[in-house]
Nanobody, 125 residues
Framework: QVQLLQSGGRSVRAGESLTIDCVAS????????VGWFRQVQGKEREFVAA????????EYSDSIRDRFTISRDNAKNTMYLQMNNLKPEDTAVYYC??????????????????WGRGTQVTVSP
């Protein structure tokens, strides 16, 4: 299974944009369903977005739809989460995950082979 490496925490102001990334190593990245979750301290981890290993379209949670975009570059073994018009309520630790030939409905329930260690994103008013 892949190992996932996330970059360090970032701080931005409300209304600004930010892209975070997650680099995979150790297996064939293109065969993995990949996604992003986020977690606010004291709350459960929340599904954000996922992009399949095949030709299906990406899926997003309603809370961030039209503001966030998930993408992947299989040649670079990297997934991205572009976040626009950030709000203070987007403040959370963002986790990337990957599941070999994964099924989207399972990933939405938090099932994945590999998880990154998280990237703290802080949005100030």
């Amino acid at each position: 299974q892949v190992q996932l490496l996330q970059s360090g925490g970032r701080s931005v102001r409300a209304g600004e944009s930010l892209t975070i990334d997650c680099v995979a190593s150790g297996d064939t990245f293109s065969r993995y369903l990949v996604g992003w979750f986020r977690q606010v301290q004291g709350k459960e981890r929340e599904f954000v977005a996922a992009i399949p290993w095949g030709i299906a379209s990406a899926e997003y949670s309603d809370s961030i739809r039209d503001r966030f975009t998930i993408s992947r570059d299989n040649a670079k073994n990297t997934m991205y989460l572009q976040m626009n018009n950030l709000k203070p309520e987007d403040t959370a630790v963002y986790y990337c995950c990957a599941d070999y030939l994964g099924v989207l409905r399972e990933m939405k329930n938090g099932i994945a082979d590999s998880w990154g260690r998280g990237t703290q994103v802080t949005v100030s008013p």
